[in-house]
């Protein structure tokens, strides 16, 4: 099976690791220079990766890296055990909350932006989590 590793890009190493550590309490593994940094305590190891603003996304597309508000259909969600605990520390570290604490059946979940763009989750399970809304 695969090893799967989440790859987060950041204008600034240092602020996007300070964002991640006090935010979601990630700790710091191992750094790969002064360009990337591995975070853990996530189910996967989530690699913050410094790539400046205005850099090509790709080699072959022409798209360039920007750093305001951006959607993609990819993003990460975290499963955390005091979501407005959660959401107040991301914000107070830049986030940007999109929609507020909202009840389901399987628990609560807010939406939030990184201060760097980027979409991202809180969920906070309730009884069985999501195996309360899934079938037998």
Same mark, same amino acid.
């Given at each position: 099976?695969?090893?799967?590793? $989440? ?20 700790? $710091?593994?191992? !750094? ?54 959660? $959401? ?39 009884? !069985? ?8």
């Amino acid at each position: 099976m695969p090893e799967l590793r $989440v790859c987060v890009d950041v204008d600034d190493l240092e602020r996007g690791i300070a964002f991640y550590t006090q935010a979601l309490e990630l700790k $710091v593994g191992r !750094r790969f220079g002064t360009t990337g940094a591995e975070l853990l305590g996530a189910s996967a190891p989530i690699d913050i990766l410094a790539k400046p603003a205005g850099s090509p996304a790709t080699a072959s597309a022409p798209a360039v890296r920007d750093y305001r508000r951006h959607w993609t259909p990819v993003h990460l969600d975290f499963v955390v055990t005091d979501i407005s605990a959660a $959401v107040q520390r991301a914000q107070a570290l830049g986030a940007k909350v999109e929609q507020d604490i909202k009840e389901q059946a399987w628990g609560r979940i807010a939406l939030l932006a990184d201060p760097f763009g980027h979409g991202f989750c809180l969920l906070e399970f309730k009884g !069985r989590g999501y195996d309360e809304v899934a079938g037998p």
